[in-house]
């Protein structure tokens, strides 16, 4: 009779840990889910945003620059060869309408001119020249080229670089959305797989 009642001790012991082993299962299981929606929701909404910003940037960037109607010369026109712009005759003709087209007009093209204006000095080595000689008129209009050519060099690249800003936030935002659906594949999961007994 001893053996019995201690089996029956044992069997009320082992459903009380039952009971609370599944309760704390629960509890667990609970947090966890609200933890996964929370992640869910914090990736999700931003990676729209980044979406957002992202596409804010390349639009600003394209519209901007389609309304400076700046081309690129046509292929074997003069002051554009082959060999003196290899890197830029892929964009022959074109509209200057994107980062990367902006970033390669700048570098390749305005600041090559900018080189022959005089002897390859910048505005401001040009513009002390040119205050020495205040009479010195065909200094002044080199002062005026440099001015205004590194001006728009300096526009252009600043397009160039909210483009790749843009992009940096659009590929952030896929990754964003694609955290997202692991995350919630991972929730619907922990819902429907079934729980230990």
Known sequence: MLT??????????????????????????????????????????GGSLLYWGGSFAHNMVHDQLVDQKISFPAKGSAGFDAKEFPGLQRYAGQLVDNGPKAKAFANQYIAAHLKTTNNGKTYSETSAESRANPNDAAMAAKVQTLFRGETLRGLLLYAWGWSVV???????????????LIVLAALIYGFVRPQHA
């Open 4 to 45: 019995n009642k201690t089996e029956t001790i044992t069997e009320q012991e082992h459903q009380e840990f039952s009971r609370i082993t599944a309760r704390l299962r629960a509890g667990s299981r609970a947090r966890r889910a609200v933890a996964a929606a929370v992640l869910f929701l914090v990736l999700a909404i």
């Open 166 to 180: 843009g992009s940096i936030a659009l590929w952030t935002a896929y990754g964003a959305f694609i955290g997202a």
